[in-house]
């Protein structure tokens, strides 16, 4: 248990919004099976959205994560960032809202994101402690709203600027405070959070770790500079960019795209070493948590903005609809409620975490959101990606929705709406998207592509319970 501290009436405000978030754990238990085992008491929430991680081939470098999220909880196989591009996904991730409904369709939008319909503001205003380490969105500045508490960076490794706010309220200011090693940075002002909140125990609280890993430029910590990595095996997507023609069946933009291997695989180890810091600035947060006896009543989660590109299709980077793209690490533990050591195959992404933790908080949204609890065991048959194009990359927007095992995408012209290249891939057979089965010259093997336009432009259109 934590110390006494605060004044009374800011104990007064905290046990009136506990009591509402108690009384509301408890009607949702009837109805959606929350709380119904172990403690009533709303849970702390712990979300590590990490920059730019894909779900192939990174968690390998994370023994301690793997131990406290893939032994201690349940690993989706099937995980994906809905808009694979920082501030539209971090949006998404704030708000259960997909990209269409938010409004930040560019790294250069995040004002347009309605702060007052996040998870941070509904958490906060019943009662929750909100704190924040690392970023946030997008040349942001000044205040985090609906966070108590933040040590906020718009990125960068060594000397990454913070603006940070002591536990005590006092706004230090923008770019005042100067981090060493920006992962370390995060990860002391996570156990201070800790610490803090553990001194008013009786509150629980909402805690979103970001660091700049492993997004570019990938600068280790100096202890890592020179760490091992393990061997790649780069995969068939990787030489598939040899000629032009193995691209023939790819829309025409993509087709003379070239990455060499050697540039590619300075990327991930770079990417990979990056990673050391972050399992244990995780490890330090879990260990903190343990010693305080929270654990066992701490909902978290772990993931990533997008994935990133290993020279697949002659590509760098993210922002196209690709499986390195758009698939994440997605982790999530709750001792109790979640299996451990579990998979779970269902369809999952970014849009569906605002949801589930307020689900696991007992609370419904102050305004309707698109994704679905991962609480509530029903599964989606197929799952909505999009982008609106972004001036920092040279892509067209495009959208497409994905099935356990098939994935129909559409690249358009300026208007956003007029098809101009349409892919279909039977991932079953073909995992690494070589053959679009539309350019194949094959009408037998082709789907349905009208019906399939058909259910993309009405998911498109979406919004709260019409999605998919």
Not at 205 to 224: E, I, K, V
Not at 321 to 328: A, I, L, N
């Amino acid at each position: 248990m934590g110390r006494a501290g605060g004044s009374s009436r800011t104990r007064r405000r905290a046990a009136e919004g506990l009591a509402a978030i108690v009384a509301l754990v408890a009607a949702g238990s009837a109805t959606t099976g929350v709380g119904a085992t172990g403690s009533s008491a709303p849970p702390n929430i712990l979300v590590i959205m990490m920059d730019d991680q894909r779900a192939t081939g990174t968690l390998d470098v994370m023994p301690a994560t793997r131990s406290w999220f893939a032994d201690g909880g349940t690993t989706f196989t099937a995980g994906f960032a809905n808009t694979p591009l920082c501030c539209p996904a971090r949006s998404t991730t704030f708000s259960g809202r997909y990209q269409h409904n938010h409004g930040v369709d560019t790294n250069q939008d995040a004002g347009n994101l309605d702060q007052d319909a996040t998870l941070q503001r509904w958490l906060h205003d019943a009662g929750y402690h909100t704190a924040l380490a690392g970023k946030f969105l997008l040349h942001w500045q000044g205040r985090l709203p609906h966070f108590d508490h933040f040590a906020h960076t718009n990125g960068g490794y060594d000397d990454a600027y913070f603006n940070v706010d002591d536990p005590d309220g006092h706004d230090l200011g923008v770019g005042r405070t100067r981090a060493g090693y920006s992962t370390d940075f995060i990860a002391e002002r996570a156990l201070d959070y800790v610490d803090h909140f553990e001194a008013d125990d009786a509150r629980p609280w909402f805690l979103y770790l970001a660091p700049q890993a492993p997004h570019g430029p990938f600068t280790p910590a100096a202890r890592h500079a020179d760490a091992p990595v393990p061997d790649w095996s780069p995969t068939p997507g990787v030489t598939e960019d040899s000629t032009s023609a193995q691209k023939a069946d790819k829309a025409p933009f993509l087709r003379d795209n070239r990455f060499p291997m050697e540039r590619a695989e300075a990327d991930r180890q770079g990417q990979l070493r990056t990673l050391l810091a972050a399992d244990e600035m995780i490890d330090s947060v879990f260990r903190r948590l343990d010693a305080d006896g929270e654990l066992d009543n701490t909902l978290a989660i772990f993931t990533s903005d997008n994935g990133r590109f290993w020279g697949e299709h002659g590509l760098r980077s993210k922002s196209l609809p690709y499986t390195e793209s758009v698939q994440v690490p997605f982790m999530v533990r709750w001792p109790g409620r979640l299996a451990t050591g579990a998979t779970d195959g269902r369809l999952i992404g970014l849009v569906d975490i605002t949801p589930t933790a307020l689900a696991a908080a007992g609370l419904v949204p102050g305004s309707p959101v698109d994704g679905r609890s991962l609480l509530d065991p029903a599964a989606r048959p197929e799952t909505l990606l999009e982008y609106a194009a972004d001036p920092g990359f040279n892509y067209p927007a495009w959208a497409s929705l994905r099935g356990p095992a098939w994935q129909y995408l559409e690249y358009y012209a300026d208007d956003g709406t007029t098809v101009d290249y349409a892919e279909y891939y039977d991932l079953a057979v073909d995992p690494y998207q070589l053959s679009n089965l539309l350019a194949d010259t094959d009408p037998a093997n082709d789907p349905d592509t009208a019906a399939l336009s058909a259910r993309l432009a009405q998911a498109r259109r979406c919004a709260g319970a019409n999605c998919p």
